[in-house]
């Protein structure tokens, strides 16, 4: 796949379709696809950690309107410290799919006033306030791997992964449970795909819902994540319905898809490696240190930084306008930051990883996801101790902003009932 | 040993206190709280594995006292 991809690049470039600025080395120039790719959509994991050894540690692409890649970890963890040169709002670089519609209240904003949002959202969703959910996540996992289980197989993705995440979040936001599925189909096209004009409508969608819902929290407040945020203030004032909207589709789009996959990602691994099952189930109070290992093998998320202004960073000159893409889906299996990093070890000391992101813009829910997954994996092994995938067709994946399975067929042997 | 914090880039991932339980205090959203504090001597093997878990690398440890 290698050697295909490294003679596509030189018809690729001589098409002329692709324009590459001139202060761009030539040898720096990659063919690199992170929506369609042939390295995200099988294997991306193995893939695009064999991939990104060949590379300069950050090169250009002119792939999806031409942006630099970051391609390794510690480049990233200083790339993210310095918004004032990379910024988090898409207006800087004019092209982005949600500029003008709205503000995705605080994933586009820079400090400092993303430390104000950001405070208000973090209390929300702190490992103090998260384990207040735990009773509720537990027995949601446990009715939900109840109803696959006698089955002795399941299409992992749209019968467990899509419900789960789904409906924990449809809760938090006290939206009726009968809307779940129209969810799924919004956030798919919202954050998968690389036609702007399909992404805008989604969004809109989901915007419009959010007022609906805010609406009638305002008539009559209950104990959700909608009616709280309604009474948080910012400087003393209440946050305005622009402000509302554009939080409340954040927690959406960020809540929904990326535990899905995930989730997804984890149950795969565990299901082609059953003796890390079988150590798992050994000892199940070792799970969160674990399930930390499994996180940073299994990352998913691959996010833009707008450049502010005309920056060398790292030898390397860029203009400001330009976009660089973090791809926190492979710094977790960074061979510099961990030897041998694809391996699975539950006894490594630590998992050091940047699945959840890094710098101010840390995953906002990302000890909610923690928690999800925790839950999950030990009901999920509880009532089906073994599982396999199904065999067939080799699996394949969704790139993009958040990578994903595109189904995820499992079978598992179901003990026969001894009828008296 | 004594533990030393940059506040300005911990973010909030709470792996410090996930790796050392007996170590690392968080406020309540979650950031690290334990700038300045002495390390019991028992506790330094979990001292270290939170330092080197931390996404930021925000904690530095000094050897020694």
């Not at chain 1, 710098?359 to 030990?378: D, I, N, T, V, Y």
Request: aromatic share 8%; with cysteine.
């Amino acid at each position: 796949m290698a050697a295909a991809m490294e003679k596509a690049i030189p018809s690729l470039l001589s098409e002329g379709t692709l324009p590459i600025p001139g202060h761009v080395p030539p040898g720096l120039v990659f063919d690199f696809d992170f929506f369609a790719g042939p390295e995200f959509t099988y294997q991306p994991h193995q893939s695009l950690t064999t991939e990104l050894r060949q590379r300069p540690d950050i090169f250009y692409t002119p792939r999806n309107g031409g942006h630099w890649v970051i391609g390794r970890m510690e480049d990233a963890g200083e790339l993210v410290q310095d918004p004032a040169t990379f910024s988090s709002n898409p207006a800087v670089s004019g092209g982005a799919v949600t500029v003008s519609l709205f503000k995705r209240i605080p994933i586009d904003q820079d400090p400092p006033e993303h430390a104000e949002y950001r405070k208000l959202l973090n209390s929300m969703l702190s490992p103090a306030a998260v384990r207040l959910l735990e009773t509720k996540v537990e027995a949601f996992a446990r009715d939900l791997v109840a109803s696959v289980a006698a089955k002795g197989e399941c299409e992992f993705m749209s019968e467990i992964a899509k419900r789960y995440s789904t409906g924990i979040f449809i809760e938090l936001l006290g939206i009726p449970l009968e809307l779940r599925e129209t969810f799924v189909e919004w956030v798919d096209l919202a954050v998968r795909t690389a036609d702007p004009a399909v992404s805008r409508q989604a969004y809109a969608k989901i915007a419009s819902l959010m007022d609906e819902t805010l609406e009638m929290r305002r008539a009559q407040p209950g104990d959700d994540l909608l009616s709280k945020l309604l009474t948080k203030t910012i400087g003393g004032c209440p946050l305005d319905q622009e402000e509302l909207r554009g939080i409340g589709i954040v927690l959406f789009v960020g809540g929904l898809d990326t535990v899905v996959s995930l989730l997804a990602f984890i149950i795969q691994f565990l299901a082609e490696h059953p003796d890390h099952v079988r150590q798992l189930r050994a000892a199940p109070e070792d799970l969160p240190n674990a399930l930390e290992e499994l996180i940073r093998r299994n990352g998913i998320n691959n996010l833009y930084r707008h450049i502010q202004r005309d920056t060398c960073f790292k030898g390397v000159n860029m203009k400001a306008g330009e976009r660089v893409l973090l791809l926190y889906s492979v710094y977790g299996i960074d061979d510099r930051n961990v030897a041998d990093p694809l391996t699975v070890d539950f006894s490594r000391p630590v998992s050091r990883h940047m699945t959840f992101g890094a710098g101010p813009h840390r995953c906002l829910g990302s000890h909610l996801a923690r928690l999800e997954l925790r839950m999950f994996l030990q009901e999920w092994l509880a009532a089906i101790p073994e599982f396999q995938l199904r065999p067939g067709p080799k699996l394949t994946h969704h790139g993009g902003k958040v990578m994903q399975l595109v189904s995820l067929p499992l079978i598992w042997p179901v003990a026969t009932r001894v009828s008296q | 040993m004594k533990i030393l914090v940059d506040r300005s880039i911990c973010s909030g991932h709470a792996m410090c206190a996930l790796k050392g339980p007996n170590v690392y205090k968080l406020d309540e959203d979650g950031f690290n709280i334990s700038d300045g504090q002495t390390v019991p001597p028992a506790f330094e093997e979990e001292a270290r594995r939170g330092s080197a878990v931390c996404p930021e690398q925000a904690i530095r440890l000094t050897e020694g006292d």
